[in-house]
């Protein structure tokens, strides 16, 4: 469909004046590699299963959890103590649809039982969860190419949790850190882990 429109609307740029497309395929741009402004690829989203996921993240037993109470300061521990303090007003908080979670219903025990089983996330009620408007804050969960791939050819995918929703409600902290630290404050989670 997209497809469709960008070929239907291709002859309308033509009637700019100096605009040549007669060597455009857009059939190919799908093919194509994007590079981003530091000159790394961009990697599409891709639904996930534990055997693309298990092997790029930590070994169960091996490192370890910080306790960010402990090793920050400042600032960055006055907002993990506290995380509401840091809330937008009331009037200014955005509900938002919350992002795709690309996990098949097939595969949505294993991921979840994998990633309780590493200390990724944990599980609460969706009662206890953040709510705008009487709607639950809810993020969306997806994997990239690590461009590696298992000994048994399964592609490894590097887990992204993508926290927008929850990032929008609170006020900036600055800095490089800035919201990222939402998803493990105190109470303040995003992910619901529901069979």
Request: with cysteine; hydrophobic share 40%; aromatic share 8%.
């Amino acid at each position: 469909m997209l497809l469709e429109g960008i070929c239907h609307d291709l002859p309308l740029i033509e009637l700019w004046k100096g605009v040549s497309l007669d060597n455009f395929d857009p059939k190919k741009l799908w093919s194509q590699k994007m590079i981003n402004s530091y000159g790394e690829e961009v990697h599409v989203a891709r639904s996930v299963r534990w055997e693309n996921l298990s092997d790029s993240l930590r070994k169960e037993g091996i490192g370890g959890i910080l306790d960010a109470v402990e090793v920050c300061e400042e600032g960055l521990k006055e907002f993990i103590l506290h995380p509401a303090e840091w809330l937008k007003p009331p009037l200014d908080r955005v509900w938002m649809k919350p992002p795709r979670v690309m996990v098949s219903s097939d595969n949505w025990d294993e991921v979840v039982e994998g990633l309780l089983r590493r200390g990724v996330c944990g599980m609460m009620p969706l009662s206890d969860c953040f709510h705008v408007d009487d709607k639950p804050i809810l993020g969306g969960l997806f994997g990239v190419p690590k461009d590696e791939v298992t000994k048994d050819g399964v592609e490894i995918l590097r887990l992204i949790m993508d926290l927008r929703p929850i990032n929008a409600n609170f006020l900036a902290l600055g800095g490089p850190c800035f919201i990222l630290w939402v998803s493990q404050a105190n109470g303040i989670s995003t992910y619901v882990l529901t069979r």
